[in-house]
């Protein structure tokens, strides 16, 4: 019969040599040692699975290697596959440029069955330079830290206004996640090529009975050139992905607040608009850099070539981005 374990530690992985062994070694150090790895490549071109296959005999049977079918550019597809094998009571994605600190999947198990918490989410997280030692303390949200474990309201309006506010960050990577409850609303994350996070948490701030904010500062995040911008394609291909996300992102939430009851009552149909525009705002913000950096005529071609084919009938949502893109991305 197959083990249980407390926690799950998934990790998706590519192309990512040079980062994977510290990673994984950060994991061989945790002072809780009931938990298990998956860690997934998806489909890297370099040594990332070989040192990923070296390093599992360090965990004695508790460390699997899986593999995509094809390269799927961001890390929820890899998360998915590896949600279906997991085993422990608990989740975490650990992102495998990324650590995490000795102590931390102890602290948060002993929190999360001390609560009865559905999702553990921390405010804050250390953050360093690729190439230094230099750690400081970050938030991407706003509002007062709690001092101690703190239940969230059980109110879904507020949590919604809250998280318009920005005052819930939607990094999966700062949550521990009830694998249970993740299993029951079945909740998955998109195929998105990036921000794949943001509806997945938007989802859980929804649907979580316990939603429990820490002070635990457990996640060091490191950030380098591997971002979507630092990435060589074109600008036309750098349009084309920003659009994909904001309307493959808008469609996965209107199905999503389509089916929840919450939504169907005249009173939250404000909440539910403001929830998609609130989407489209943020990843706007991708749109004023792109609109200040090429030509208007080039703008314009993309626009015409690019925008309307992809949002086809999708009348409002073009709209709206037509008329963000004149005013250079503000609304």
Same mark, same amino acid.
Request: hydrophobic share 40%.
């Given at each position: 019969m197959a083990k249980n374990f407390s926690v799950t530690v998934i990790v998706p992985m590519y192309n990512v040599e040079r980062y994977i062994e510290p990673c994984l070694r950060s994991l061989l150090n945790q002072t809780l040692k009931d938990f298990e790895v998956i860690a997934v490549d998806d489909c890297s071109t370099d040594g990332s699975a070989a040192v990923a296959k070296k390093m599992a005999a360090m965990f004695g049977g508790r460390m699997s290697l899986l593999k995509t079918k094809k390269n799927n550019g961001a890390p929820g597809v890899p998360r998915n596959l590896a949600l279906k094998s997991a085993r422990g009571k608990y989740i975490l994605f650990l992102d495998s440029d990324d650590l995490l600190t000795p102590t931390a999947l102890e602290e948060l198990y002993s929190i999360a069955e001390s609560t009865g918490a559905d999702v553990l989410h921390a405010e804050q997280f250390y953050a360093f330079e690729d190439g230094s030692d230099q750690k400081r303390i970050h938030s991407w949200e706003k509002g007062q830290c709690v001092e101690a474990p703190t239940l969230e309201t059980a109110d879904v309006g507020r949590r919604?206004?809250?998280? +318009?506010?920005?005052?819930?960050?939607? %990094?999966?990577?700062?949550?521990?996640?009830?694998? $249970?409850?993740?299993?029951?609303?079945?909740? $998955?994350?998109? %195929?998105?090529?990036? !921000? $794949?996070?943001?509806?997945?948490?938007?989802?859980?701030?929804?649907?979580? *009975?316990?939603?429990?904010?820490?002070?635990?500062?457990?996640? $060091? +995040?490191?950030?380098? *050139?591997? !971002?979507?911008?630092?990435? %060589?394609?074109t600008s036309e291909q750098l349009i084309k992905i920003y659009l994909t996300v904001i309307v493959e992102g808008v469609q996965v939430l209107d199905r999503f607040m389509s089916a929840l009851p919450f939504f169907a009552d005249v009173e939250n149909h404000g909440r539910r608009y403001r929830a998609l525009d609130f989407f489209i705002r943020e990843h706007m913000s991708y749109f004023d850099e792109m609109y200040q950096k090429y030509p208007p005529e080039l703008i314009d071609i993309l626009n015409r070539e690019t925008l309307a084919p992809m949002l086809g009938k999708n009348a409002p949502l073009m709209s709206y981005l037509f008329n963000a893109a004149k005013l250079g991305g503000r609304q």
């Amino acid at each position: 019969m197959a083990k249980n374990f407390s926690v799950t530690v998934i990790v998706p992985m590519y192309n990512v040599e040079r980062y994977i062994e510290p990673c994984l070694r950060s994991l061989l150090n945790q002072t809780l040692k009931d938990f298990e790895v998956i860690a997934v490549d998806d489909c890297s071109t370099d040594g990332s699975a070989a040192v990923a296959k070296k390093m599992a005999a360090m965990f004695g049977g508790r460390m699997s290697l899986l593999k995509t079918k094809k390269n799927n550019g961001a890390p929820g597809v890899p998360r998915n596959l590896a949600l279906k094998s997991a085993r422990g009571k608990y989740i975490l994605f650990l992102d495998s440029d990324d650590l995490l600190t000795p102590t931390a999947l102890e602290e948060l198990y002993s929190i999360a069955e001390s609560t009865g918490a559905d999702v553990l989410h921390a405010e804050q997280f250390y953050a360093f330079e690729d190439g230094s030692d230099q750690k400081r303390i970050h938030s991407w949200e706003k509002g007062q830290c709690v001092e101690a474990p703190t239940l969230e309201t059980a109110d879904v309006g507020r949590r919604i206004d809250d998280f +318009c506010a920005r005052k819930y960050n939607w %990094s999966s990577c700062l949550k521990f996640f009830r694998r $249970e409850f993740l299993s029951k609303n079945k909740l $998955e994350f998109p %195929s998105l090529p990036y !921000s $794949e996070d943001m509806p997945f948490c938007f989802k859980c701030v929804c649907l979580a *009975a316990n939603y429990v904010r820490v002070p635990t500062i457990f996640y $060091e +995040c490191r950030y380098r *050139a591997g !971002s979507l911008q630092h990435r %060589s394609v074109t600008s036309e291909q750098l349009i084309k992905i920003y659009l994909t996300v904001i309307v493959e992102g808008v469609q996965v939430l209107d199905r999503f607040m389509s089916a929840l009851p919450f939504f169907a009552d005249v009173e939250n149909h404000g909440r539910r608009y403001r929830a998609l525009d609130f989407f489209i705002r943020e990843h706007m913000s991708y749109f004023d850099e792109m609109y200040q950096k090429y030509p208007p005529e080039l703008i314009d071609i993309l626009n015409r070539e690019t925008l309307a084919p992809m949002l086809g009938k999708n009348a409002p949502l073009m709209s709206y981005l037509f008329n963000a893109a004149k005013l250079g991305g503000r609304q």
